[in-house]
């Protein structure tokens, strides 16, 4: 019988352990993906100009948003998630309109 040496399952035990919580999101909250942040931020500029953008406008304005956070993906999802978004949407378009025009 040997003393002091760790079973192989009683090592790996923690170690997953670990791992499963560092792989959890920190808050409980999911990453959003950008076409979900940048889906906001053409609401949020919809909401500030009613009426003024045309649908070509929008697609562009999204897809020059998704380009700034595919490169920014972090900051972009942090100002999304300080903005409590959720579906595209965001509880204050002025603080994460002027987050998102700062990180990209």
Request: net charge negative; proline share 4%.
């Amino acid at each position: 019988m040997r003393t002091g040496s760790a079973t192989p399952m009683k090592t790996l035990g923690p170690i997953l352990s670990l791992a499963l919580i560092l792989a959890a999101p920190a808050n409980g909250l999911m990453a959003a993906d950008c076409r979900e942040i940048c889906q906001a931020y053409v609401n949020c500029v919809e909401q500030s100009y009613p009426g003024d953008s045309t649908e070509a406008q929008k697609r562009s304005i999204l897809e020059g948003c998704e380009t700034g956070c595919n490169s920014h993906q972090d900051s972009s999802n942090t100002c999304y998630q300080e903005a409590d978004g959720q579906n595209g949407q965001v509880a204050s378009c002025d603080e994460f309109s002027a987050c998102i025009l700062q990180a990209n």
